[in-house]
């Protein structure tokens, strides 16, 4: 009888030779990979087909049909951004104490489905409902929905690998996820202008009703993929503590045994009062995740940018002309050149671009996110540069294919700074504390959602080329002091090597 890890087979010269090495493969192979995820992949795609196919047609659907204001447009989608990105702190707290992962995602998902229906049949003219407040109650459930399930989603899909027998099935599990997120939004931004412009509906040049609806169907559909695999998934037990509670509870804790004991026992620093309490590992992580917060602080500005794709470059787009010859483009069509773009740059940075860039030294992640939110802010000085030719040009004459060159650069911009953003979170992050990380770093497009609003309430500037000048100096100032801070944050905290 063979020694079970090792196994003699006959070679094709008829000799024997010993594999142990497939033998241990062979053993790992025999774990199948989990096809359940399959179910979670459809229902991301049609959650993001939803979500940003709203953002989409949101502002024009705002300017077109409830004579909102351009401004005050823009300032309602960029609070919906804030609020749906806001949602992730609460989803992670409630996934992680109370309901688990799969509730979480059952249950909001229900909030966004019906958020979803109620824009749509507030779009229907024929039917007695304001439209302005059925808007804001739909945006605000599907906010809510949205933003809750948003750090679940990804981590139940993981959950289902068994580790570390798959870890290199769940690196790939991340990848098809990433590509599932931005397939969405592709076919999304694709379709629903289509179906919002050239659908006649209810005695109307346009249908904006369909439009909502479509994506309030594909939610349903996203929530009957997901319980198909109930009874097959893999449920991780909810812990009696979210970690984010964690830390804030040891910081007030903090607080607290200072004001008690700064003078009978001092301590050098302040986290140092909880140790007795919380045990110097966690005091020590939480120090770790502080130091990371501060260094996102400037990284807001990029979500300031980033987010006014779908309002003021689409606004942009609408005093433009999409005639190509052969096909008329929507300016709610434009976005969509932001997801395949982002889905042609990924392969091609892992392949081409990173190699160069390690080459001539820019190997550490915070060089890629500085030089990606620097390209951020160049492509909003295409964006001015365009905005000066609309201006001096008479109405709806200057073409549309004029903002590609802005798009381009968003999107290198974005691949080097969002993705390796994320990496970087996970990697920098102690073991306890990574979903947290992820979590802030969520929220922080939040945060970069509400500069914008505050900003333009404060009505700085009077022109829209003006104001894009603003936001690109904002970005490249943003970015030299993240620059300072990063070189401060490898001498101190010797995370990055």
């Known amino acids: 009888m063979d020694h079970p890890e090792e196994k003699e087979i006959n070679d094709s010269n008829g000799e024997t030779s ?40 949101l502002v024009l659907y705002l300017k077109n049909k409830l004579a909102y204001d351009p401004n005050d447009a823009t300032v309602l989608f960029h609070i919906f951004t804030a609020m749906t990105y806001s949602a992730t702190i609460m989803g992670g707290i409630i996934s992680d104490v109370w309901w688990g992962k799969f509730n979480t995602i059952f249950y909001l998902s229900m909030f966004y489905t019906v958020g979803s229906i109620i824009i749509s049949i507030g779009a229907v003219p024929l039917i007695d409902l304001s439209p302005n407040i059925t808007l804001i109650i739909g945006l605000v459930l599907t906010a809510i929905g949205a933003g809750g399930i948003k750090p679940c989603v990804s ?140 260094l996102y602080l400037p990284l807001a500005f990029f979500w300031t940018l980033f987010g006014q794709l779908g309002s003021r470059w689409t606004l942009q787009a609408n005093r433009m002309n999409g005639n190509l010859g052969f096909y ?28 160069i860039l390690n080459k001539i030294g820019v190997r550490r992640p915070l060089q890629k996110i500085t030089i990606g939110g620097t390209l951020t802010g160049i492509s909003f000085l295409l964006a001015t540069l365009v905005e000066f030719k609309i201006v001096s040009s008479p109405m709806h004459s200057v073409n549309m294919l004029w903002q590609v060159p802005q798009y381009v650069i968003m999107a290198l911009g974005e691949v080097l700074f969002s993705v390796t953003g994320y990496a970087f979170s996970y990697e920098q992050a102690p073991v306890s504390m990574k979903s947290v990380l992820q979590s802030f770093w969520l929220l922080n497009i939040a945060l970069g959602n509400g500069i914008f609003v505050v900003i333009t309430k404060m009505n700085i500037v009077e022109s829209q080329a003006h104001e894009f000048i603003l936001f690109a100096s904002l970005m490249f100032v943003a970015m030299f002091i993240f620059g300072i801070m990063a070189h401060n944050f490898k001498n101190n905290t010797m995370l990055l090597k």
């Open 18 to 57: 010993k594999l142990t090495p497939n033998v241990v493969m062979t053993e790992q192979d025999k774990i199948p990979y989990p096809k359940r995820v399959f179910l979670i992949f459809g229902s991301e795609f049609c959650e993001r087909f939803n979500y940003y196919g709203l953002k989409a047609i």
């Open 155 to 294: 981590a139940f899909g993981a959950d289902q690998f068994k580790i570390p027998e798959q870890a290199d099935k769940l690196s790939k599990y991340f990848s098809l996820f990433y590509f599932t997120i931005n397939a969405g939004p592709l076919i999304s931004t694709t379709v629903l202008p289509i179906l919002r412009g050239n659908v006649h509906c209810f005695g109307e040049n346009d249908c904006y009703s369909l439009a909502f609806g479509v994506p309030a169907a594909l939610m349903i559909i996203s929530i009957l993929f997901f319980v198909t695999g109930k009874s097959s998934y893999t449920q991780v037990k909810i812990s009696s503590e979210n970690m984010i509670l964690q830390i804030f509870k040891c910081i007030k804790h903090a607080v607290h045994t200072k004001r008690l004991e700064r003078k009978t026992k001092p301590q050098k620093n302040l986290l140092d009062y909880s140790i007795d309490k919380y045990g110097i590992e966690l005091v020590s992580d939480i120090r770790i995740v502080m130091k990371i917060l501060v």
């Open 328 to 355: 008329i483009i929507k300016p709610d069509q434009m976005i969509l050149l932001n997801s395949l773009l982002c889905i042609l740059f990924v392969p091609l940075f892992e392949i081409i671009v990173y190699p």
